[in-house]
């Protein structure tokens, strides 16, 4: 089970306010089809609402438990009958790689056919910096640098 701080439990709490019930426990409990409909919640969203319909309190403090544990999330809040689950989305890592583009070195993969166009294309691996671009042709180009204007230039004078 997944363990958050209370600060992190209040942001959450805080941010499931206006969620709506993903899934919803009926009388039949919590059945392998359910927990999958959950997993597949938390995977989709991190941070989910479940209603348990039934008024046996100890019964949906056990689901909330069996929950948590067989899906290795964290519980937020349990208020009367209904239960907010978080767990970290797994493409969290493809978002902070997301977030780092554009920003240092990269490895770019050129491939130029042969001038007769009967032989095999050369492949080669290059590192490009950040203002660099690979042209349609395969040759490397920088960016231009910005061009300033000359009216805004005059007037400044």
């Known amino acids: 089970m997944l363990k958050l701080t209370p600060a992190e439990r209040s942001e959450l709490r805080a941010e499931a306010h206006g969620l709506s019930p993903v899934v ?3 009388e039949g409990g919590l059945t392998p089809a359910v927990t999958k409909e959950i997993d597949a919640g938390l995977n989709a969203h991190g941070l989910i609402k479940v209603r348990v319909f039934g008024d046996d309190r100890e ?3 056990a689901i909330y438990d069996t929950i948590c544990e067989e899906l290795k999330a964290a519980p937020v809040q349990h208020i009367g009958k209904l239960l907010v689950i978080f767990r970290p989305k797994k493409d969290a890592a493809k978002d902070q790689r997301s977030e780092t583009r554009g920003k240092g070195m990269r490895e770019v993969t050129i491939v130029k056919p042969s001038p007769s166009g009967t032989k095999r294309p050369t492949v080669s691996k290059v590192m490009l910096k950040g203002n660099e671009r690979v042209t349609a042709g395969g040759s490397i180009k ?3 640098p910005r061009q300033k204007s ?4 005059m007037s400044s004078r």
Do not use: D, E, N, P
């Open 24 to 26: 919803i426990i009926g």
């Open 59 to 61: 019964a949906r403090v």
């Open 142 to 144: 920088r960016a231009k």
């Open 150 to 153: 000359v009216k805004k230039s």
